[in-house]
């Protein structure tokens, strides 16, 4: 039996990107980016360390919006178009840097990086990465998450329980579609947390969700052992307290590994230094300058000037990061196991596109971290949230407190000046689809794919990525117009259904582009039930 245990959850979400409209879409690339730096990656790591039997648990958290993504034909065959010209740039930046004895061993790496990420997507996965995942979790090595259907930051749509109940359901039946079972745990998107909501997961059966550290630390009543063991709340939903060390050592960006200066410097990329005309083809679209996720240069420091990448001291540095933040661990169990009457959690969920594409050394520190925890010591143990409750099942009861792991703790990211003023729109919607289900108790035919692509709509304009995009300032052009069309489309089909006049090439379009949850049932809106408390679940064991 360790001393203490460490939760490692990744939370892997993307915006719902698809433009089957365009030949090429700029916003795509966010999806192909964390496939060949994010997802590929991790999932090569975790195969290799299940194969070489190394004992790991971890939990990763995928939202709908990417799990359709993951799993659409259109987009699968853009992905592999996109992977093949990159292999090609490869090849030609091996041939280009060859007498460069700084720059021509990283292009080497790149070519030999992809051409892996190639034979795992397409001859191992045959492009299914949710299977592939799939199958990890049967192995008994990941534990699987379900998350809002659209990544819709609950605490502010609370005006209207219905909608928050609906992108709780929606997210759920969806983990169930791709997955074939009902989820433990449940991401709260942004770790957002409004008091009641547990309710609507507890009506799932979801045993857990993540909250931020000051949810839990200002909890009513106070939890005796803090972040480091899980609550009750009263409808018998367990909540888990995101830990401020593990998480400052990886994602501040002043004392976090990643900002070492000898790891790779993401902004430094070839698709901006070199001349266009030879960089212009491998570009997407061609000829509009971006990245391309070929970089030659190191952190080096806080200063324009950067030195060359060396892909041996950043491995050296990502073994010595993981070693440290294992000692870290080690002696913050060791002090925590003296004072509990349990051995404690140590929660440490991070957005998963954090290891590859923002930290390019990420999945390395990580293959490192699971190794040396499993045999470098013995006083830690990675474990899941749902592991953890099965071994301690009985808990304090409390209830956490309004809070999102966001800027400042709470909801300012998602309403502030730049963006408040989606929120009236969004209820309004809201509203009416509320209406629009009541009035429509069980329509079918042209009616009932109008009321569910309503609710499709309704769902991708809730998506908590616009209001975020709005008050980051990347991309403003593209989170409004996203926003503002999924809120057009809304009220022209609601006008339509309440009209009688359904226009269903517009439908049969709008169908096309926007195809997520095929199987929408329109009902979760339905206000009768959501008027009623959920029934409070008997606490029990995962």
């Known amino acids: 039996m360790p001393k203490g245990f460490l939760a490692l959850i990744l939370h892997a979400h993307l915006p719902f990107v698809r433009h089957p409209e365009y030949e090429f879409c700029l916003e795509e690339n966010w999806l192909f980016e964390a496939i060949t730096e994010c997802y590929l990656p991790l999932l090569d790591t975790f195969q290799r360390l299940a194969e070489e039997g190394v004992p790991f648990r971890l939990t990763v958290s995928f939202t709908p919006p990417l799990l359709y993504m993951l799993s659409d034909p259109l987009l699968q065959q853009r992905y592999r178009a996109r992977l093949y010209r990159l292999l090609e740039l490869a090849e030609r930046e091996v041939q280009r840097t060859w007498a460069d004895p700084a720059f021509a061993p990283v292009a080497a790496l790149y070519r030999e990086r992809l051409q892996r990420m190639r034979h795992l997507y397409e001859e191992r996965c045959r492009c299914d990465l949710v299977a592939a995942f799939r199958e990890l979790e049967a192995a008994g090595r990941l534990e699987l998450m379900a998350s809002a259907a659209t990544h819709g930051y609950l605490p502010l749509l609370d005006l209207h329980p219905e909608a928050v109940r609906a992108q709780i359901k929606a997210g759920v039946e969806t983990f169930r579609r791709f997955f074939g079972h009902d989820p433990l745990g449940f991401w709260l998107p942004e770790c957002g947390f409004q008091p009641g909501q547990e309710c609507f997961l507890a009506a799932e059966g979801i045993r857990y969700f993540i909250v931020e550290t000051h949810g839990l630390l200002y909890a009513s009543p106070r939890p005796r052992y803090g972040t480091f063991a899980p609550v009750y709340c009263p409808a018998g939903v367990a909540a888990f307290g995101r830990d401020v060390e593990s998480s400052k050592q990886v994602w501040s960006a002043q004392e976090g590994y990643p900002g070492d200066y000898d790891y790779r410097d993401f902004y430094r990329d070839i698709g901006y230094d070199l001349d266009l005309d ?223 006049r359904i226009d269903e090439p517009f439908l049969a379009r709008l169908e096309g582009e926007d195809n997520l949850f095929p199987e929408l049932d329109y009902r979760l809106w339905a206000s009768s039930d959501a008027q009623r408390a959920p029934k409070k679940l008997a606490i029990r064991p995962a």
């Open 278 to 500: 030879y960089i212009g083809p491998y570009l997407h679209p061609p000829g509009l300058r971006g990245h391309t996720g070929l970089k030659y240069h190191r952190i080096t420091g806080r200063t324009e000037h950067k030195e060359p990448y060396n892909p041996q001291w950043a491995r050296e540095k990502a073994a010595l990061h993981a070693g440290n933040f294992m000692f870290n661990r080690e002696k913050q169990v060791e002090y925590l196991a003296s004072v509990m009457d349990r051995a404690p959690i140590v929660v440490a969920p991070y957005d998963a596109e954090l290891f590859g594409h923002w930290w390019f050394e990420g999945p390395q520190w990580l293959e490192f971290l699971i190794r040396k925890i499993a045999y470098d010591q013995e006083t830690i143990k990675l474990c899941t949230p749902g592991d953890y409750l099965r071994l301690y099942p009985r808990n304090q009861l409390s209830t956490p407190s309004g809070s999102s792991w966001g800027w400042k703790g709470y909801h300012e990211v998602w309403l502030n000046g730049s963006n408040d003023w989606i929120y009236r729109h969004l209820h309004k919607a809201s509203q009416r689809m509320i209406e629009l289900a009541n009035a429509h108790p069980s329509a079918e035919g042209l009616r009932g794919r109008a009321l569910r692509q309503a609710g499709r709509e309704l769902l991708l304009a809730q998506s908590s990525d616009w209001a975020f995009i709005m008050k980051t300032g990347t991309m403003v052009q593209y989170a409004t117009r996203r926003f503002q069309e999924h809120i057009h489309r809304f009220t022209q089909l609601y006008h339509q259904i309440k009209e009688g």
